[in-house]
C-alpha cells in the first residue's frame, strides 16, 4: 500500500487531469484494500474538515457510532 503522501500526489496529479479524480483514487485504494484483506471495507466519513473547526469533542467515535457500525455490518455477505 502506498503511503498517504504517495495517495495525495497521485490525487494532486489527476485533478488537473479529472476533476473527479479524488473519488477514483479513493475507490481505487478501498477497493485494494478490501481484495487484499479479503473483507468488506467500510468508510466512515464525516463532515469534520468543514468550517468552521470544530472541538475535538464535536468529532470524536461515539458508543452510537459502533453500535451503528456493527448493527449494519452483521447483515452485510462478505
Request: hydrophobic share 40%; glycine share 2%.
Amino acid at each position: 500500500m502506498p503511503t498517504w503522501s504517495e495517495i495525495l500526489n497521485e490525487i494532486l496529479s489527476s485533478l488537473k487531469i479529472d476533476p473527479l479524480s479524488l473519488d477514483k483514487v479513493r475507490r481505487k485504494y478501498l477497493k485494494e484494500l478490501a481484495d487484499y484483506l479479503k473483507k468488506p471495507v467500510i468508510l466512515y466519513a464525516t463532515r469534520w474538515m468543514d468550517n468552521p473547526i470544530l472541538s475535538p469533542i464535536d468529532v470524536q467515535i461515539t458508543w452510537a457510532d459502533k453500535q451503528a457500525f456493527y448493527g449494519n455490518s452483521i447483515w452485510h455477505k462478505g
